[in-house]
């Protein structure tokens, strides 16, 4: 079946500019979560989504950041502002469930801020 | 979050087996063991995963101490495929958790023809 797909690939902006990052998720999956990996950071958690949960935002590094994820499958990471610092690679992954399976990932997308 | 040691690279031979070292000296008892790789230019991939007893799947198995506090990774005939980052990572899957994966800097493998 279908993996994890995110879009854009690639995806070039001003600093200053807002970007969406688009992630679709596995169907059936309802665990959404976001990562970031930066050059030198290496993989940092962003936010997750269970269900109807309230999701857990506790890695969004700053306010410029927010997620939303629609009728529990397509999630869309919003980076308002950016910023040169915000260059990475934006990585989506879904899971059938909570915590204990494993976590299927997409391919990334990766955002240069110049 | 507990932390996990991996040495920063590793060789191997084609066709032999890697054996991807990990300590976690401060493990819970509510962690599982979990493995990821992440091939160049590539999302992270599920390897493998355990509590307290040795685990094996098609692409490894899983040693885990008896005290829990270091296990290793064996990949049993390296192929040139098997270069990537390997990451050792503790998560709680209790029920309060998230699931949300906390990497460290993992292995750097390098499989040599």
């Known amino acids: 079946g279908a993996g994890v797909s995110q879009s854009p690939s690639n995806k070039v902006t001003e600093k200053g500019k807002d970007v969406e990052l688009r992630c679709d998720p596995i169907?059936?999956?309802?665990?959404l979560y976001w990562y970031r990996q930066s050059l030198g950071q290496g993989l940092e958690f962003l936010i997750y989504?269970?269900?109807?949960?309230?999701?857990?935002k506790s890695g969004l590094p700053s306010d410029r950041f927010s997620a939303e994820r629609t009728g529990g499958s397509v999630s869309t990471l919003t980076i308002q502002r950016t910023q040169q610092e915000d260059s990475a690679v934006y990585l989506c992954a879904s899971s059938p469930r909570l915590a204990v399976d494993e976590q299927f990932f997409g391919p990334g997308t990766r955002l240069t801020v110049l | 979050d507990a932390k996990t040691t991996q040495p920063n690279s590793m060789e191997s031979n084609e066709e032999e087996p890697v054996h991807l070292p990990c300590n976690h000296s401060t493990i819970s008892g509510t962690d599982y063991i979990h493995w990821y790789r992440q091939l160049p230019s590539q999302g992270p991939e599920y390897v493998i995963h355990g509590l307290t007893s040795n685990v094996n799947n098609r692409m490894a198995s899983l040693a885990i101490a008896e005290d829990r506090k270091s296990s290793t990774l064996i990949l049993h005939r390296a192929t040139l495929r098997d270069a990537a980052v390997y990451y050792c990572i503790l998560r709680d899957d209790g029920s309060s958790n998230t699931g949300k994966l906390i990497f460290g800097q993992g292995t750097t493998l390098q499989v040599k023809p």
């Open positions: 169907s059936g999956h309802t665990a």
């Open positions: 989504f269970q269900g109807n949960s309230a999701p857990d």
